[in-house]
Every structure is written in structure tokens, then in C-alpha cells.
């Protein structure tokens, strides 16, 4: 056609978008399947079984009789027209309610089921109506809309027919409702059911609009199309048989917005003692189709102290539902110990699913955004498969240095601790030292603690001096590492002649002088000499 008429009704277009088609719905569902056998196979049941609501608010106001540039018949009459085709096109078992609202607001029809018979009655009650009241009392028809929401049923559609612009009578109820009130109580009957919201927005006049971002608050998600043939013609007609995979998105997107909305996955985040952060998740309360999650970043780190976390992407599945996220990495820590270690963070991932593809093609069929238009507020594919929770862990004591590092502080400590004791604490005996007395052979010292090297045991010692001298060697008893790297013994002399003299291969420390191993010491007194050879072990003797 060379002219579009902008008289094709609104309410024509939408008949065509819910008819249902000349299949049965058995066969419908099989088509499903054919495109979508994943998500069908989930949700056949429900296909099979869903009962749709319809709720319409029809601006009744004196300006809807403007009629369109070029066209004869009014935005009223267009609506009028529209919706009784509607009300013929609609599945029976249906339920329809009409609202109307100028003046005051109203129920025109109220909630009927759809039949042969009914169906006389409603477009009998459509014909009468007239646009003829002096107000537009939008924020009445939002809260009659909210409280038509309150019905049992599993799937409601709204739609508004209006200019968007609240113009309400002075006494009106509803002037002291406020818009975030009306927000409230929206959101807490969506919890019960799949609502779709639908805003047909007329240009009736140039600053028509007013109020739809007030609206688009209390309708999160509100799908608002602008009333241009041009654009919705075609819109329209190509979902002509698109009611089921309506449907099939609806139960899609409450499942998988539960998901995000609930944070199901029950992500929870521990910090283990060498600083790296593990993160479980719960799946068994997700739909069959989607079988875990892949971690692909996280952002907004806090961290107590002060630290980065090095990211590590990895897969949550059921059959391995816990994995190591990263490892957080402090800074300028001294000390290898932090107590009271805590990480703030978000996660995000993309959901692990055989409907990958199945979500996006539907999602590409039920899209209302034309283009680039910024003029719908749906939600996306994208939103559903992409995955966001907050995650805190903490950890009373953690490790900062790096493990191995740590582990041998650790142990040379306790080697430091274990020598000091067997050094300082326990007893040690000579018995694996020898000694060679001038050119005597070697004389092991024995099992004692001590020695004593004097004219009393010349029997053992041949000392050839002419005074006594008392010679005391013993094991060292100060540096714990003396008998493992510098191999020493010790000894202190006693003498009644003061001029004892020792050559100088040996350390004098106060009382006590340490003897080199392996080295001749030469004890002088007068003119005899004793020259002493100590070592360990059965060693050679040169």
C-alpha cells in the first residue's frame, strides 16, 4: 500500500501479537521445541497449562478525540475499534479488565473470563464508551492497574492508552498517592507473579510525556512504545504467532531473574590461611538448563589491610562446586602474621547453559527495542546469562609472606630453639672427643661430663711438668651453633703457680678458653711444656 493509515488500530496490532494460531497448542509447543528444545523440555508443562491475563487502562479524557494528522477517525474511536478486535482475537479461558480514567477512575469491565458468550457482552460495553471528561487522572489508574495485579493469575499483560500526562481533578483521591508508594507496592505483588507491562504512549500533544518517568519507577522494566505506524506496523504483524515464545521469555525470565534478585547461587567466600580466597556455590536450586557458572572478574576489591587480589577465572560446576578465586597479596607488611584479615568484592560470571544460544535467539524474537532507540527499559538476554553477587570473607589470622618463606622462618627458628636446649640445657658428654697428650697416641676423653687432665691421673696422662697443673675440659655451653659448624671444646686451668702460659691457638674468654680443633695447644710451666691435640670423631691424627 502506497498510504499507511495511522487508523489501523493499536488494539488491532496487539489482537494479532496474542491471536493464537491455527496450530493447537500441543503443536505449537512441538515447534518450540524444534527452536528452543532446551528450554521447551523445561518448561512444556507450564506452556501447556498457562492462562494469561489482560488488563487495559484507557485514558477516557476529552483529548483523545484528537484525531491524527490526515486520518478521519479519532485516537478514541482507533482504541475502540482496536480493542473489541481484541477482545475477539484473545484465547478463550483468557481474562480480560478494562479500566477507565478521566474524572475519576473506574472499572468499564471487570475481570471476565473470555468465551463465546462473554465476548458479546464486553464489546457491547466498548462501543458505549465515550471520551468525553475534563481530566486525566493518570496516578488514579496506576494504583487501579496495581490492585487489578493482585488476582491469582500466572501471566498478566498490562497496557496504558494514554498521552501520559496527569491532569487530575482537584478532590481527587489519589493526589496525595505518591509516586514512590506506588512503586512499593508494585514490587511487592510482582513477587507473586510474571507481570509485563506495557505502555502505548499517544502524542496527543507536544509535551506529552510528563509523567513517563514516574511511571517507568513504578513498572521497572516497562516496555514503552510510541504510537507511529511507521514503526509499530511491522513490530506487530512479524510476532503475529510469536504468543507461546511470549510466554516461553516470561518463565525464562522469572526463573533467571529469581537467580540474580535471590543471589541463588549462595556464593560464599572463604579466606584460608596462606591468603587465598575459595569461593563455593549451592546449584541446586537452579533450572536443569543451567549447570554452573564461569567466573570472569572482580571488581570493587577492599581489602583490610590493604592488599590486591590476584584473580584466577575458574568454572563452579555441580560436580565441583567450590574453586580458588585468587590470592590476596598485601603490602608493606613487615610482619609474616595479619590478624583480622577481611575482602569486600564483587564477582561477576557468565552462566554455564545448553540454552546459551536458545536464550538469545528468544530474547532477539520478544525484544521490543527498535534500532537504537533508548526508549525501552527491558531486560536483556545479556542481563540474564551475566552473573553479579557481592562477596565478603574473613580470616582471624592469615599468612602475608609468601608460604615457603614463611615455613623456613619457622623452621630455623625451631632449629635455633631445639640447639639452644640441647647446647645450653642438656648435658653433653665427651665421650666422642679425643685427645693427644705430647707424642702419646690418641686418648679418648671418655663418658663424662667433664675431664680433668693433671700429676693426679698421670697414669692416663703423662704430663712430665714439675708443679701440678689441673687442666678441666668440657663441652661449650654459648653459641648454640659451636658444636655443629665451628666444632670447639672448651677448658679453664687451674694451677698454684700463676705463670702457666698457653700459646696462641687458643681464644681466652674471660674464665673460660676455647679450644680450636685440630690444633696443637701448648700448656707451659717453668721450662715443661704439655702439648695438648684435641679433635672429634675418629679423624686421623697427623
Known sequence: MKKIRLYISVFAIISVLFAVSYCSAQDEISLLKEK????????SDELQNVKAEYIVAIDLSSSMNKKPTGTVTSYFDQVKSGLIQFVNAIPDSSKISIIGFGTDVRAIQLPTYVNASSRVQINSTISELKANEAYTDLKGAISYLIEACSSTSEIKYLFIFTDFDNDPIGN?????????NLS??????????????????????????????EVRKVFPGLNV??????????????RSSKIMEQNLWSFVKRDMKDIHDNELLNLNATISLNAVVEIKAILDSLPYYIS????????????????ECDF????????????????????NVGNPIVRNAELNAEVQGVFITKAFQEIEKLYAVVSLKQGDSDNFDEVTAEDLLNYKQNIKANKGLVIAWPLWLFFVVVFVAILFIVLIIINTILPRKLKNYIVRINDSEPIKMGDKKVYLISKSNAANFNLNTTDEIEIKVFVSRADPFCLFIKHRLCFSVKSKDPSVVFDNTIQKKKKTYIIPLLKNIIVSENLSNINLFFYKGEKKVK
Open 292 to 307: 554452573g557458572l564461569k567466573l570472569t572478574e572482580i571488581n570493587k576489591i577492599k581489602t583490610v589491610p590493604a592488599s
Open 225 to 238: 512504545i510510541e504510537f507511529e505506524a511507521n514503526t509499530l506496523q511491522f513490530w506487530f504483524t512479524d
Open 172 to 180: 481527587s483521591p489519589y493526589n496525595k498517592v505518591d509516586w514512590g
Open 36 to 43: 528452543y528444545p532446551e528450554l521447551t523440555r523445561f518448561y
Open 184 to 213: 512499593d507496592n508494585f514490587s511487592k505483588i510482582k513477587q507473586f507473579s510474571m507481570i509485563e507491562a506495557f505502555a502505548l504512549k499517544l502524542p496527543l500533544f507536544n509535551d506529552s510525556g510528563r509523567e513517563l518517568p
Open 312 to 331: 584466577v577465572g575458574f568454572e563452579i560446576k555441580q560436580d565441583k562446586p567450590k574453586g580458588k578465586l585468587g590470592k590476596i597479596k598485601y603490602q
